[in-house]
């Protein structure tokens, strides 16, 4: 038991990564209880499904456009300051909000301003913390570990964030979730400011950025396992993960609840989304991972099925259960395989592609459901996103044996697969050499 416990937590030995795991373990836990509370407010103030689409999309789609070009910088600035700089603004863009909340004065095209401000602070953030994970883990070998943790770590704030949410809105309305998420940014600042970083070098180069960008396209998307990968999270976060932008018409038309009923919901996808994530921290090894792709999009197709036929309460937390494990897993083990199989060099470049392939594409699809559901409705929405998953996943099913042959070698040359033969190791070297 306690060597179990030892291997699931092992990334945590690193000083780094455990303080930001703590702080932004307190940050996140501010940010579910912001995206509730937006949800939440959103749907008040106008009762359209549209709309919160909209504010999805237009929260988002900053992701699709810049996210490419972060991943540049990410690769030539000091990451670590990028992080501590996009933190900063964000805890800006929360405290804006929360005045304007608190004040009476929100309007609607406010909060579709403000969105799309943090859609651009996040398009930087992400694969700059993404591609940051392996500097604070210091030993390669536990980087899969500490993205799991981190996952897990995420999830649990979306168990708890909503529900707390959930009480607060009820409560004192959702200018105090504003303000708590806008202070809970200081916890994940100051643990970044404690770090004791190895300096990082950082190769100058005499290429424009938009060659680096094209030359880190062509490195992921000309080898096939990177490009399969990406592209089957693009059809998740397309037809799948928008899910969340329909919670508040499920729990106050579909479920005749309140914001107590939607705090259940999304909590209980949070604590599905938890058990996945611990359940790839407690593995020793990475291998095997492809398999669990195809479970957790399959999961997560049958998840939002299930999901739109309920309406009783309890079966429809049950079913956002297994929505969240399907989710959250299926990013966690793409995260942890490309992190694995990619050149450090370019490591921005291709984390923020799987950025663009999460964010990116989810205010695409949040547009698609709003207005999907304004038309045909919510329940109709979630079993044709259920349905393409499945497809996604039954693909990516039949194209996993040569896959697994081309990423076999990358293994091999990293000691993932120690016992694989001379031969395949000489092959892997030439595979990397094809592919820079």
């Not at 416990?5 to 702080?23: E, H, P, Q, V």
């Not at 106008?46 to 709309?51: G, I, P, V």
């Not at 237009?58 to 030539?76: E, H, I, M, N, W």
Request: proline share 3%.
């Amino acid at each position: 038991m306690i060597t179990r416990l030892r291997t699931t937590t092992r990334a945590l030995k690193s000083r780094n990564f455990r303080l930001f795991f703590m702080g932004q373990g307190i940050s996140l836990v501010g940010t579910w209880m912001q995206r509730i509370a937006l949800g939440w407010l959103v749907y008040r103030l106008t009762n359209s499904a549209f709309l919160l689409g909209l504010v999805g999309f237009v929260g988002q789609f900053p992701t699709f456009l810049l996210t490419p070009f972060a991943g540049v910088l990410a690769d030539r600035l000091n990451r670590h300051r990028m992080v501590i700089a996009t933190q900063t603004v964000a805890m800006i863009q929360a405290s804006i909000l929360s005045f304007l909340v608190l004040t009476n004065l929100i309007q609607i095209w406010h909060i579709i301003g403000l969105s799309a401000l943090l859609g651009i602070i996040n398009s930087v953030d992400m694969p700059t913390r993404q591609s940051f994970m392996v500097e604070m883990v210091g030993k390669k070998e536990d980087l899969g570990n500490a993205i799991a943790l981190n996952s897990s770590m995420v999830n649990l704030a979306r168990l708890l964030g909503p529900s707390l949410a959930g009480f607060l809105i009820a409560a004192v309305g959702e200018g105090i979730c504003f303000l708590l998420n806008a202070t809970s940014y200081l916890a994940v600042i100051i643990a970044l400011l404690m770090m004791h970083l190895p300096p990082r070098q950082v190769i100058k180069r005499e290429s424009h950025a938009l060659q680096d960008l094209v030359t880190g396209f062509r490195y992921a998307f000309s080898f096939a396992p990177i490009r399969a990968i990406l592209l089957l999270l693009s059809v998740a976060s397309l037809t799948g993960m928008p899910y969340t932008v329909l919670m508040p018409v499920f729990a106050k038309t579909i479920l005749q609840g309140g914001p107590n009923t939607l705090g259940l919901l999304m909590g209980a996808a949070g604590l599905g989304a938890l058990v996945g994530a611990i359940a790839l921290a407690s593995r020793s090894t990475i291998i095997g991972l492809g398999k669990w792709m195809v479970g957790t999009i399959i999961t997560l197709g049958i998840g939002l099925i299930a999901f739109s036929f309920s309406r009783v309460l309890l079966l429809s937390m049950g079913f956002m259960l297994l929505t969240g494990f399907g989710m959250i897993s299926l990013m966690a083990i793409s995260n942890t395989i490309l992190q694995t199989i990619v050149d450090d060099d370019k490591r921005g470049r291709v984390m923020s592609f799987y950025t663009v392939s999460i964010m990116g594409m989810m205010p695409i699809g949040s547009l698609l459901y709003g207005s999907l559901a304004g038309s045909i409705g919510a329940p109709t929405t979630l079993v044709i996103g259920g349905t393409i998953c499945l497809i996604g996943g039954t693909v990516f099913y039949r194209r996993l044996p040569s896959l697994r042959k081309m990423v076999r070698p990358i293994y091999a040359r990293l000691g993932i697969i120690p016992e694989i033969a001379r031969g395949l190791q000489s092959a892997s070297e030439v595979t990397s050499t094809s592919r820079s």
